[in-house]
């Protein structure tokens, strides 16, 4: 099965050294056994840098800034492929503790 593991960040701050070198050797772990699909960072959600679109209606409704107001928010994802939801469970262990933040488990339809 396929899970998407978001992580949930509650600063502006970035990654440090010592973090994306974990993340790095996670990333090559995953590469290594064959679970990973896709990873990728995403920016800080701003007026700026988020933006929902309804277009459910006549016409495109575009309103600026993230789906919700929060302190938290989703600061980047890792698609992988594991067994079962304790597979998924146990690597997204192993990603929060690599980058030091909370990680959030879904799988795929």
């Known amino acids: 099965m396929q899970y998407l593991l ?3 960040h509650d600063s502006t701050s970035l990654a440090t050294a010592a973090e994306m070198a974990a993340i790095d050797v996670f990333n ?3 590469h290594a056994e064959g679970q990973w699909i896709f990873a990728g960072g995403l920016e800080f959600p701003t007026a700026t840098t988020a933006a929902v679109i309804d277009n459910r209606g006549e016409t495109a409704v575009l309103s600026e800034g993230p789906l919700h107001s929060s302190k938290e928010f989703v600061a980047g994802f890792w698609i992988v492929t594991a067994l079962d939801l304790d ?3 146990a690597l997204a262990a192993e990603g929060s503790q690599a ?3 909370k990680i959030e488990v879904r799988p795929f339809l």
């Open 99 to 101: 980058c030091n933040r």
């Open 28 to 30: 090559d772990r995953l």
């Open 6 to 8: 978001s992580v949930i």
């Open 87 to 89: 597979a998924a469970h």
